[in-house]
Each structure stands twice: as C-alpha cells, then as structure tokens.
C-alpha cells in the first residue's frame, strides 16, 4: 500500500429540495456573486428562476454561455474580467461540468495578476481563489467534489486538466431532480465517463482489497442505474444513486493507497475533445476497450480476470485469457448498450491526425509512466484501433 495525504474540503448537501439551503450557505462568503452557467438548460428546468428568487438579497452578476469543453476564450477571459470589475466575493456555478471547470478556472484566474494561462498551464502557481459554491445539473465529471477543472483553448488543440487544492468547490448542492432532464446522449456519456474514472483508479499495478470493492460496487452501481435513467428519466432512486456514484468517481478517495495508473484513457480523450469538440463521454467509452485489449498481456490479466468476474459476473473457471477478452467484450457491449457511437468516426474523427494527436498526447501527458506504458506508436494503434 502507497502512502498518501488526502482532503476534500467540500459539503455536500444531497437530495431533493435542499436549493433551500442556498442563501445561508451563501450568506458567510459575501454580497456580490458572480453566478455561471450554460446554453440555457438551466432556464428550462425552471433553476434559474429560483436561483434568483433565493438570492434577491444578493448582487447578481452573470455569465452565460459557457460551452461543454469550456473554452479558455472567451469564457474564463469573461469570467475573469467581470469578477475583477465588479470585486466579486464568490462564483455560484449553475450546470454540468463544464460550467463547473470553466467557473473554478476563472476563481482562481481572478485572483492572479498576469494571464489566467499560466496558472492554468503550472507555469505559475495558484496561490488563491474566490469561493465557488455549485448546483449540478448533469452527473457526470465529478467535478463537483474534486479540484480540478479541464480548460479548452481552441487555436493551439489543448485541452488542459488544471488541478490545485484552491480549486475545491465550498459547497455542491446536490438536487437529483434537476439531472431528470438530461438527454439519453448525455445521461449515457455521462455514466461512462465516471465509470472511465474508476477504472483509471482500478487498473494499477498495486491496488487494496477495500479499493478493489469500492470500484467494483461503483462500477456496478453506475451501470444499473444508467440503465434505469434512461428507461425512466425521472427515476428518482435511480438518478439520485448515479449522482451519488458520479460525485464520488472523480475524488481519488478509490486510489487512495494504490499506485497511480497515469489516466491514460483520459490523456488520450482530452486530444479527441481538444482537435474535435466531441463529448468527453463518448470519446472515454470509444477508447476504453480498444486501450483494454491494447494493454492486455501476461503481467495484466490477472486484473482483467478479476474486473471481469467481479463487476460483469464472468464464469472464473475458464481460462485467464479467455475471461479477460469477455471482460472486455463485455464492456464494449455495455457502452453500445446505452446508446453511445462506438466508433470514431461516428463521432466525425477520421484516420487524417491520428499521427499528430498521438504526437501531441505524448509529448503533453507522459503517458511513459502509465500502468502500462504508452509510447506514441502505442497511441498510434489504440487511436487507430478506435476508427
Ligand atoms: O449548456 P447547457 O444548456 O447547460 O446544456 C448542457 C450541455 O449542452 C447539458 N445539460 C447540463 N445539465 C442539463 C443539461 N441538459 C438538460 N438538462 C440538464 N439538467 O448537457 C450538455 C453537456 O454539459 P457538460 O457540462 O459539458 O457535461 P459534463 O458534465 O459531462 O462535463 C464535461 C466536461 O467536464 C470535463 C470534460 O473534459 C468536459 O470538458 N471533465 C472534468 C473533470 C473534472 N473537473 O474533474 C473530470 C472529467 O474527466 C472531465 O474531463
Ligand atoms: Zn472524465
């Protein structure tokens, strides 16, 4: 077992009608609050009149339009310049993940005296930044109990992950019904971005017997209830389960103890979304198995033999390698099962940059140190693989 040092200083408030809470969670953290959200969705489901029917004592700034796989320009800019305009004492963010990432990337940009780029790229570091509470609307990222945020910047294909201990949201309201609303295509790529999540922390070289069950039970849970949401988009229990599972995905508390396993589905999936503006989602569920059969060799079967057995129920009296190809199948088979495109080019990406994004993945992840090594002609082949 690895040592490890751990925090998550965010609240949770979970379940249905706790938007009531807002103004007093509000209160202590000042009057003037900048408050974030989407393309609109927010306003169809009714949440944004009742924000600001909560927050009528407070002095309401906003910024709308932030788009899935937020763009450093304009919206961080945007975001940037109205809180250091107006002395903004804290960010309200209203949405899914990228509302989420794009709102922590500008709290902490606004708190920085040169270009939010360099505290967003490590070149300097983040010292602080303004209070972010959230209220998510869509289950997915995480990003809601983690502190890291992943900023797009569209000229120079990077899709960045930006992780500081500043960036933990104080409070994530956490209301089920407002994700009744997310579409099959999103509820679906959703799921399979936090089941990427805890399979990025299941597959490592050195793992705990507690880890091992936390991540099986996750990935159970994740795939029954996606099922059911989208049989029924307003199930309850089904959804308030996979908001739970989601939340919980991204926060390392799995890892916790194991070895890392360089994220490496995630490193590649960030090119996708940085050269192509695809669904996170969708692009992790295209790449997973084609990067499961990738790694698959004599030092790894072993843990494909026990995801296989444990999450999908495999016979454990065949042989490894056998178990470990219907592990795979298995999991190629759910993610079609739910809707998603299971090919690249479903999603418009054809063979003409697999050469570059797989330069671009190398030379910007590391992926060298990964669970099992990736190299970029490796990357080369998964990408390709995927078409
Ligand atoms: O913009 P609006 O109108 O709100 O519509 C959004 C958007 O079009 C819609 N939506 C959200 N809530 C809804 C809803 N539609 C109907 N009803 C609702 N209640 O869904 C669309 C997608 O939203 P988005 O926020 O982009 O999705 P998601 O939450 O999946 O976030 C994806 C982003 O998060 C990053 C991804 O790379 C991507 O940029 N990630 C962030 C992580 C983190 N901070 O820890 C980790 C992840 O691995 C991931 O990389
Ligand atoms: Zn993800």
């Known amino acids: 077992m690895q040592n490890f040092d751990y925090m998550t200083p965010t609240r949770l408030i979970f379940g249905k009608g706790v938007i009531s809470n807002l103004p007093a969670v509000m209160k202590p953290l000042g009057k003037k609050i900048l408050l974030t959200y989407g393309g609109g969705s927010i306003k169809k489901i009714g949440l944004y009149d009742k924000v ?56 902490a ?61 104080v409070c994530s309201i956490l209301d089920p019904t407002y994700t009744f609303s997310v579409s099959k ?16 922390q299941y597959f490592v070289a050195d793992s705990t017997l507690l880890n091992d069950g936390f991540c099986e039970a996750g990935l159970k849970s994740l795939m029954a209830n996606a099922k ?14 996979m908001m739970f599972a989601c939340t919980l995905g991204c926060n390392g508390i799995y890892a916790l103890g194991n070895s890392h396993s360089g994220w490496p589905c995630h490193a590649i999936e ?8 695809i ?61 998603i495109p299971m090919h690249l080019k479903d999603v418009g990406i054809d063979d003409s940059r697999i050469g570059e994004m797989a330069h671009h993945i190398a030379v910007n992840e590391g992926l060298e140190n990964a669970f099992v090594p990736l190299l970029e002609a490796d990357l080369v082949k998964i990408l390709t693989e995927s078409l």
């Open 109 to 169: 940009g606004a708190k920085y005296d040169g270009d939010p780029w360099d505290i967003i790229t490590g070149k300097a570091p983040t010292l602080s930044a303004i209070p972010i509470v959230d209220i998510l609307t869509l289950s997915a990222t995480g990003s809601e109990y983690d502190c890291g945020g992943v900023i797009s910047r569209t000229e120079t294909n990077d899709k960045i992950g930006y992780v500081d201990p500043h960036l933990f949201p």
């Open 185 to 200: 295509k999103q509820t679906a790529a959703g799921c399979a971005d936090a089941m990427n999540h805890i399979m990025e």
């Open 228 to 241: 059911k949401c989208l049989e029924n988009p307003e199930d309850y229990t089904a959804r308030a389960e």
């Open 52 to 107: 600001k029917e909560l927050l009528a004592g407070f002095e309401i700034y906003e910024l709308p339009g932030i788009q899935p796989n937020p763009k450093y320009d304009p919206s961080v800019l945007a975001g940037v310049k109205i809180c250091k305009e107006k002395g903004i004492d804290a960010i309200l963010a209203v949405g899914g993940g990228s509302v989420l990432d794009c709102t922590k990337a500008i709290a």
């Open 279 to 339: 669904t996170h989602g969708e692009g992790l569920a295209i790449i997973t198995p084609r990067w499961m059969k990738h790694i698959l060799n004599d030092k790894t079967v072993d843990r494909f033999v026990k995801y296989g057995v444990n999450v999908f129920g495999i016979d454990p009296k065949q042989d490894k390698y056998e178990i470990a190809n219907q592990a795979i199948e298995a999991t190629y088979k759910f993610f079609e099962s739910i809707g």
């Open 270 to 277: 960030h090119a996708l979304s940085a050269y192509y503006d």
